[in-house]
């Protein structure tokens, strides 16, 4: 599995030989061996050209996976009696990463009191190497095939209208009567439709949608939504204190929005430093509760 995946991040045989310091013919025959056991063509391969084929791709997600937990167990073991030091640089999003976030980071911080955080809010997954970024927390899919991502969880997301928008107007029973009402988006996620499942039967609509206002900030779309600007498909957790006093309602509570995965991510490496591990160990062990509480899950 480590020739099968540097074999794809290096492009060829040729490459991956010359990085693991042995012959073409030992790469080769490394993949067949793979092809054989799991009774799967992984690489489409021509003299000019070399593909992962469908069954690849999915062996590559887990082969990385299968291969980051080996290579955190190598390194607990080899450093089973190291405590986590040092700084840890985590990248994680604007909105969550001020408020939810803090709980399991001070939580992780008063464990080890010899590691230090830089905590950075951005929205982008960052370039890992070049910033020189430990780990990172992304909402959303991750399409980036150069790092590990594990799951944390799934943040519910609601549509809600403020009462003004709906101006006395009895609230829609189903997503059809959505149509007729002006949108917002939030761009990173949905831009011309919304998708809305019945929580009951399974029934699916795809609404499209024309956005007012389309933007990349959730609380921008939030608060454009209490006052009245239109209705918003976003994440759960950020309307505590708006659905309580009534500045926006849940509409079609029956009928679930999209999720969203929230992942911790990291670039691959041979062996990950304590303060990393024992990081990754605290989010996994806390994020359920923390994101049960407030409502995002």
């Not at 540097?6 to 991956?16: H, K, T």
């Not at 499942?197 to 609380?219: F, K, W």
Request: aromatic letters at 6%; one cysteine or more; charged letters at 20%.
């Amino acid at each position: 599995m480590q020739t099968f995946v540097r074999i794809v991040e290096a492009g060829s045989l040729s490459a991956a030989a010359a990085q693991l310091g042995t012959t073409q013919p030992t790469i080769s025959r490394r993949l067949q061996a793979l092809e054989r056991e799991l009774g799967l063509r992984l690489i489409q391969r021509t003299t000019h050209a070399m593909q992962l084929t469908e069954d690849g791709e999915r062996c590559l997600v887990r082969a990385r996976e299968l291969l980051a937990h080996w290579n955190a167990l190598a390194s607990e073991v080899h450093g089973a009696q190291l405590a986590p030091e040092g700084t840890l640089r985590v990248v994680a999003p604007h909105a969550i990463g001020q408020q939810q976030l803090i709980a399991p980071l001070v939580d992780f911080l008063q464990r080890y009191p010899r590691v230090s955080v830089e905590w950075l809010l951005h929205d982008r997954t960052p370039d890992f190497i070049a910033e020189n970024i430990d780990c990172a927390i992304h909402v959303g899919e991750v399409s980036e095939p150069s790092v590990i991502a594990i799951k944390l969880a799934d943040i519910r997301c609601i549509v809600v209208a403020s009462p003004a928008l709906l101006n006395g107007a009895a609230p829609p029973t189903h997503p059809d009567e959505l149509a007729a009402l002006p949108w917002l988006a939030q761009r990173t996620f949905y831009r011309s439709e919304v998708t809305l499942t019945h929580a009951a039967s399974g029934e699916t609509v795809r609404l499209p949608i024309q956005p007012r206002l389309s933007t990349d900030n959730l609380y921008a779309v939030r608060n454009a939504a209490s006052m009245g600007l239109g209705v918003c498909a976003i994440s759960a957790w950020a309307l505590q204190e708006e659905l309580a006093d009534g500045r926006l309602l849940h509409l079609l509570p029956q009928w679930r929005a999209h999720t969203l995965p929230l992942y911790l991510v990291y670039p691959h490496a041979r062996h990950y430093p304590a303060r990393l591990r024992s990081f990754i160990d605290c989010m996994r062990e806390a994020m359920p509760a923390i994101l049960s509480e407030a409502g995002l899950i």
